[in-house]
T-cell receptor
Framework: GEDVEQSLFLSVREGDSSVINCTYT??????LYWYKQEPGAGLQLLTY?????DMKQDQRLTVLLNKKDKHLSLRIADTQTGDSAIYFC????????????FGAGTRLFVKA | GAGVSQSPSNKVTEKGKDVELRCDPI?????LYWYRQSLGQGLEFLIY????????KSGLPSDRFSAERTGGSVSTLTIQRTQQEDSAVYLC?????????????FGPGTRLTVL
């Protein structure tokens, strides 16, 4: 079945790196995503990675994909208090049409 | 508007009443999604509309839930005979049908509280 799992909470100090992990089940997924949700707002696409890539870097964000283990991670370098939010991992199964499967979200707390 | 809008932003209702939640997608986005976000439950897919195709209703939790999309634009999610377990934030998203990576654009949500 389709399932995306991620830990619910992560707490880091300002300036440290944050690593948010996710596992997914559908190996057919073409794209894997990280969405960010700030308090009182909807989700916003943060970054995505195509399934034939191992790594994608975008400024302070690094996405690592291990297809063998179906493991996706998001690393935020030099974490700031403004990074405090909920981060959702998501996959787009090939046979799911445009249906995107989201994880439960990881709430990131950044301590000053 | 520039983004997805939803109304109302907050809705408090009594158990057993019907509610209607509205979503205005981004102009030109033919795909529209409804999700439910409950505390600690993550994002639960409810229903998906794509153009004139039959909607994917596979996520609707019971027959008390229904949704329609008029004219390929505005969508309404209706919950009949609300129950306390229906309390959640209901999120709407829209996307282009053939975008390279199917980015979904989310509205701010409607927080539903059933007393």
């Amino acid at each position: 079945g389709e399932d995306v799992e991620q830990s619910l909470f992560l707490s880091v100090r300002e300036g440290d790196s944050s690593v948010i992990n996710c596992t997914y089940t559908d190996s057919s997924s073409t794209y894997l995503y990280w969405y960010k949700q700030e308090p009182g707002a909807g989700l916003q696409l943060l970054t995505y990675i195509f399934s034939n890539m191992d790594m994608k870097q975008d400024q302070r964000l690094t996405v690592l994909l291990n297809k063998k283990d179906k493991h996706l991670s998001l690393r935020i370098a030099d974490t700031q208090t403004g990074d405090s939010a909920i981060y959702f991992c998501a996959e787009n199964p090939l046979d799911g049409g445009f249906k995107t499967i989201f994880g439960a979200g990881t709430r990131l707390f950044v301590k000053a | 508007g520039a983004g997805v809008s939803q109304s109302p932003s907050n809705k408090v209702t009594e158990k057993g009443k019907d509610v209607e939640l509205r979503c205005d997608p981004i102009s030109g986005h033919t795909a529209l999604y409804w999700y439910r976000q409950s505390l600690g439950q993550g994002l639960e897919f409810l229903i998906y509309f794509q153009g004139n195709s039959a909607p994917d209703k596979s996520g609707l939790p019971s027959d008390r839930f229904s949704a329609e999309r008029t004219g390929g634009s505005v969508s309404t999610l209706t919950i009949q005979r609300t129950q306390q377990e229906d309390s959640a934030v209901y999120l709407c998203a829209s996307s282009l049908p053939w975008g390279p990576y199917n980015e979904q654009f989310f509205g701010p949500g409607t927080r539903l509280t059933v007393l």
